[in-house]
């Protein structure tokens, strides 16, 4: 298992940063992100498509996922 953290970056939560969590690789990193970022966006129906969340192993960014209904859509570009 790999530690994952997911900061939150955006006018409304400035930045935000949820606890670590323990996943099995990058991929479902991205399904957890892809996860938060869907649920956030049914909780919150005014929340501003500018913020993005940006997925990272300790220092180094995994992959950013845009709060874009449309950009969820298009394939997975893990860094």
Do not use: C, K
């Not at 929340?47 to 960014?61: D, K, T, Y």
């Amino acid at each position: 298992m790999q530690t994952y953290l997911f900061s939150i970056y955006g006018e409304d939560l400035a930045d935000r940063q949820d606890s670590p969590t323990s996943l099995p690789d990058h991929d479902a990193a991205w399904d957890y992100g892809e996860a938060i970022v869907r649920g956030l966006l049914r909780s919150d129906l005014d929340a501003h498509e500018s913020r993005l969340m940006v997925i990272a192993q300790g220092p180094r960014v995994i992959a950013s996922i845009a709060f874009n209904l449309a950009a969820l859509r298009h394939p997975r570009t893990l860094q």
